[in-house]
Every structure is written in C-alpha cells, then in structure tokens.
C-alpha cells in the first residue's frame, strides 16, 4: 500500500479516501480491518515524512564569473550583513 | 554680357550637403510618423511636430539597443547629425540615440513587453503548476542583505522548525541585475533537487525593480521545472515577474506561508485521521455486537447453530490478523461472547424441549380425565334416546314405552321406559 517513494500529499489523500471508505459503512468486517491496518500504516508514514527533512539553511557559493561552486552554512542575522 | 554659371544637380547638392553638414550633432524632440520597419533592421520615418517635418533615420547598429518599439505617434527626444541624402535631396537626422518623452521609457517598456508575453501565453493561468505541499528542499533566489531573506527564513522556521534552505544570493537592481536573477533561477531549476524557488526582493521605485520587469527573468520563470512564487517589492507593486510566477506572493513574509504549512497544522490534520480511523473500527464492532445480541435473544431461529459458526469463524480470522493495539483486545473478548452464548443457547434449548414434554405431559393428564368415555369406567352410563340417538339429561323427557339405548363403559343394550 505504501510504496517506498510515495509523496506526503498522495499520502494523506489515500488516507482520505480509506476513512470515508470506512465511514460509508457498506463492507464487512475483514474489509474494514484490512482498511484500517492500511489506514494506520499511511498514518505512520506521513508522520515519519514531517521529520524527515534535516533541518539546514545555506547559502551558495560562487566564483567571480558568477559561477556556482558550492554552498555553505547561512546565518540568518545581522552578523551575516557585516560580513558580506 | 556675362553667362551665368550653370550648375549640374549633383552640384549644388553637393554645395547644400556641405552647408548642411556644418550643423553640430543636435537634440530633437518630435512625434513618429510615417514609420517603417526595413527586414534590414534599418529604421526610416518622419518627426514631426504642428508645423514642420523631417525625416529620420535610425541605423541598426545604433538602434539594436532600442529598448522599446517605435510606432506612429510616439513622442521621443532623439540625439543626432543632419545630412543630406543626394539621391532624394533630402535631408535627415541620423540618430544615434533615442529616449521616449512624455510616457517614461520604463513604463513603456513595461506595457509592451506585458501584451507581448502575454500574447505568448507565459501568464496563461492553466499553466500555472501547483506548490508541493511538503517540500524537502526550497530554493531562495534573492539579495543575501536585508530584510528580504531574513524575513523569509524567520519565518519559515517558524512555522517548519526542521526545514531546508538554500540562497542563491543575487543582484536585485543595477547594472547586470536581470542576467543575475535568470542565470541562478535556470541553475535551481536545472539542479533538481529543489521542489519549489521564491523570487524576490524588497520594495523600491520602478527603476530599482526594474530587474524583475525584464524580459529574461520573465522567460527564465517560465522555463522553470519548478514551481515559482514571487515576491518582489511592497504588495502594490507587479512585475512582469509577479505574472510569470505560478503563485505571486504580496510580501516576502507571505511567500514563505505559501512555501509551507505550519508543522502543528500537519500534526493536527494527522491526529484528526487516527481518531476517525478508530472511531470507525469501533462501530463498525459494535454493529456486530448488535448482531450477536439479536442471534442470542431471538431464540430458536432455523440454522441458528449454523450461523453461529459462521460468525464464529469470521471472528477468529479477523483476530489472527497482526497489525492491532486496543481492537485486538475487543476481537477476543467478542470471540469469547459468541462461545459462551453458543453454549447458554444449547442449553437453554434442552431446558425448553423439558419443559415443554412436561407441560404436555401434565396437559394430556386433564385431558384425559375429562374425556366423558372414562366417567363410564366409574360405572355411569349414557342414555340416548331412539331413533335420534339424543342424550338424555332430564327424566322428565321420556315418557312411557320410549325407546332408549344405554351405552356402558363395555357394550351398549337397548330399554323400553316403564
């Protein structure tokens, strides 16, 4: 049900549609369990997803014909402006 | 007498030019008539005001740098030296500087390049791409100076405390600004790891955003892989870079609410699905429940046992199943529920069949003993009066020599009355 790759948002709409699924009423009692086992593993990976970004903030790097060279951290205060 | 010297044409153009070549270089302010664009680049037309006419000239090399279009009934101020031009005999300015009047430059170049793109369709709203509604890396195209990038990122670790950010740090006005802003915009697209880029800077006059108004940006946004918001100047103010973006944000603060949700609004959302997700599960055992509890009171119902068995069955199956926390509990404790009622049925049934045989029992006792046959094992009789065979009650209903036949517990005989 939840492929390795999956994007946050195509996630939470599977979510969506297995909770109305459940709440329509109409299947039996296997249907729902393995609707709700399925519905508790999106859970799990979409929360997993809010945390798995590192948080980081840079700034790149470029060389005096503008070209990219790389990146390094950035801090957001008014000490950068003194430096730059 | 003497002749006077005749002149050929050639000449006396020749004589014309010469004076007319003395002018100095000049300034002339004048309306565009009588415009033709050449294939060749070259530009021919008249400036003219209420009274006077006189033809221009404008080279390609000198008007490549044009950076507006010319049109009949433009006002402009035009800087160059007059000739004369002897295979027409006319004479021209030939310029090599021109500047509108009247409309400022910018503001003309504005509108122009604004019908063109649109003309082209690079505001079209269908093309517009939707932002990613979590993204894992979000590119910043903008100065790395004041207050523009340090609003942004306040605000987004803010809202997101685990994000990531990267600066491609530019010029946002002067000389070589425009080519700045398009070269690290192409770089974030083309890199491909960013899911989203905010374009901006701070607010200004026309001129100090004029950057985000030129046609290179405007075509580098377009041409980007990623969606683009843009947050240039104060919110009254709209580049041609605000109607190229996928989503134009009125302040850079904005940009970075339209980048991402608040983290806490994410977790909310979640928590909201696993408590319906429960709650259905739930009733959807209670619906069950309800059914088992009508099964066990409705009693003797044809193949109740089978049923029974069936349901019995289901409920095992569904508790083999693993992924389960609370429900799991609930699932044996059902189970349990079905055993103990199938047995309390079985053996309410034995004890219904019992009494029933023994109420029949009892029943058939009275029965039989008010059967009027058994009277007659006591010794009474049954006279029926002949020939209509009625019970006689009443002795005052026979009268003397009736016939009457008497019916005993063993054989019937027949008297005559006295």
């Known amino acids: 049900m939840v492929e390795k790759e999956m994007k946050f948002e195509t996630a939470l709409a599977k979510l969506e549609e297995i909770v109305d699924m459940l709440e329509s009423g109409d299947i039996g009692l296997d249907e729902s369990l393995k609707h709700y086992e399925d519905g508790m593993k999106l859970l799990k990976y979409c929360t997993a997803k809010l945390d798995e970004v590192e948080k980081k903030i840079e700034i790149l790097v470029k060389d005096k014909s503008g070209k990219v060279t790389g990146s390094k951290p950035f801090k957001n205060d008014e000490e950068q402006d003194k430096l730059l | 007498m003497q002749t006077p010297r005749v002149l050929t044409v050639s000449e006396i153009t020749k004589q014309i030019k010469g004076l007319i070549q003395q002018f100095d270089s000049v300034w002339i302010e004048g309306e565009i008539s009588n415009f033709v664009p050449h294939s060749s680049g070259h530009m021919y037309f008249s400036l003219k005001d209420e009274k006077s006419v006189i033809r221009a000239v404008f080279f390609k090399n000198a008007n490549q740098y044009l950076k507006f279009k010319l049109q009949d009934g433009l006002k402009v101020v035009v800087h160059g030296n007059i000739d004369l031009y002897e295979k ?94 398009a070269e690290a915009i192409n770089y974030m697209s083309r890199e491909g790891s960013f899911e989203v880029l905010i374009v901006g800077r701070g607010g200004g006059s026309l001129e100090d955003l004029w950057a985000f108004n030129e046609e290179i940006v405007a075509r580098a946004i377009y041409a980007s892989t990623i969606p683009v918001i843009s947050a240039v100047g104060h919110e009254i103010d709209y580049t041609i870079a605000d109607f190229v973006a996928d989503v134009r944000a009125p302040t850079p603060s904005a940009a970075a609410e339209l980048v991402i949700e608040k983290k806490t609004d994410f977790i909310e959302k979640l928590r909201a699905y696993e408590v319906r997700l429960k709650n259905d599960l739930t009733n959807k055992y209670q619906t069950y429940k309800e059914k088992l509890d009508w099964i066990r009171r409705s009693g003797l119902a044809m193949g109740l046992k089978r049923t029974l068995e069936i349901f019995k069955e289901r409920v095992a199956n569904a508790a083999k199943s693993p992924a389960f926390l609370r429900p799991k509990e609930k699932l044996s404790q059902l189970k349990q529920e079905v055993d103990e009622s199938e047995s309390k049925l079985g053996r309410a049934i034995k004890h219904l069949l019992e009494n029933r045989r023994n109420e029949v029992k009892v029943l058939s006792g009275k029965v039989e003993s008010l059967n009027p046959l058994k009277i007659l094992d006591r010794g009474y009789s049954v006279t029926l009066k002949l020939p209509e065979k009625k019970i006689v009650k009443n002795a005052l209903e026979l009268k003397k020599n009736d016939e009457i036949e008497l019916k005993f517990a063993k054989g019937t005989t027949n008297a005559i009355v006295k």
């Open chain 2, 88 to 181: 027409s005999g006319q004479y021209q300015i030939i310029i090599d500087n021109m500047e509108p009047k009247g409309l400022g430059m910018l503001q003309l170049h504005f509108e122009q390049l604004k019908e063109q793109l649109r003309k082209e369709g690079l505001f079209d709203r269908e093309r517009k791409r939707v932002l990613p509604v979590l993204p894992r890396k979000i590119g910043v195209v903008t100065s790395p100076t004041g207050a523009v990038i340090r609003d942004i990122l306040n605000v987004l670790q803010r809202r997101f405390s685990n994000v990531h950010v990267v600066l491609n740090p530019v010029k946002v006005q002067g000389e070589g600004a425009a080519e700045e802003v």
